[in-house]
Nanobody, 113 residues
């Protein structure tokens, strides 16, 4: 398993931007598909181990972007045009053999109207 720690959450006005980071421990980070969820259950998006493939929930498509830097063992969630309904605790997760097996503790994002 890989240990994950999110950061970058905070309070932002509607229409603003935030960048969340997820730092991973372990030498095998680059082998994992990484994902972002909110409130633990709602899928936000994911990125393949190489970074070549991403997919997003319809609710964030065109506003959020996921990237990763395997040299830094970090995955990012770039959030633009934030809406009050984006308010949530955001979690990153690592996918091993088709299952989300490792989770961070989350970071709070609050969007004010």
């Amino acid at each position: 398993q890989v240990r994950l720690v999110e950061s970058g959450g905070g309070l932002v006005q509607a229409g603003g931007s935030l960048r969340l980071s997820c730092a991973a421990s372990g030498r095998t980070f680059s082998r994992y598909t990484m994902g972002w969820f909110r409130q633990l259950r709602e899928f936000v998006g994911a990125i393949s181990w190489s970074g070549d493939t991403t997919n997003y929930a319809d609710s964030v498509k065109g506003r959020f972007t996921i990237s990763r830097d395997n040299a830094k063992n970090t995955v990012y969630l770039h959030m633009n045009s934030l809406k009050p309904e984006d308010t949530a605790v955001y979690y990153c997760a690592a996918n091993f053999e088709g299952s989300w097996t490792s989770w961070g503790h989350g970071t709070q994002v609050t969007v004010s109207s």
